[in-house]
């Protein structure tokens, strides 16, 4: 079952205007993963409940679901090993936990 990612759009499918749903595709390309997009609106809502979330992103992988920006790049570096590592390992991984703790919360 292919990777798929759901994805804030604007009116038009092609408007895509999240900063946090931007990181996810970023993320899946920088590890080479193919993915496909899933356009979702505020009004969608049902479209991603069965995955306990009510904002996008959410990264549906197989029988896994992931949502949040930060919680899918550490499932891709968990579950991707073999692929170029987000975080180039422990040190790194934890510099970048701080900073996205101070910057996002």
Avoid at 24 to 50: N, Q, S, Y
């Amino acid at each position: 079952m292919a990777i798929k990612l759901y994805d804030l759009a604007g009116a038009e499918d092609d408007r895509r205007f999240s900063p946090y749903c931007w990181r996810a595709k970023m993320a899946l390309k920088h590890k080479g993963l193919d993915f496909e997009t899933v356009p979702w609106r505020f009004t969608e809502k049902e479209a991603i409940a069965p995955y306990k979330s009510t904002t996008v992103p959410v990264l549906v992988d197989g029988s896994n679901s992931v949502y949040d920006s930060w919680a899918i790049a550490l499932y891709l570096d968990e579950v991707y090993p073999s692929r170029p590592r987000l975080f180039g390992g422990t040190e790194s991984r934890t510099l970048s936990d701080f900073f996205n703790q101070w910057t996002v919360k």
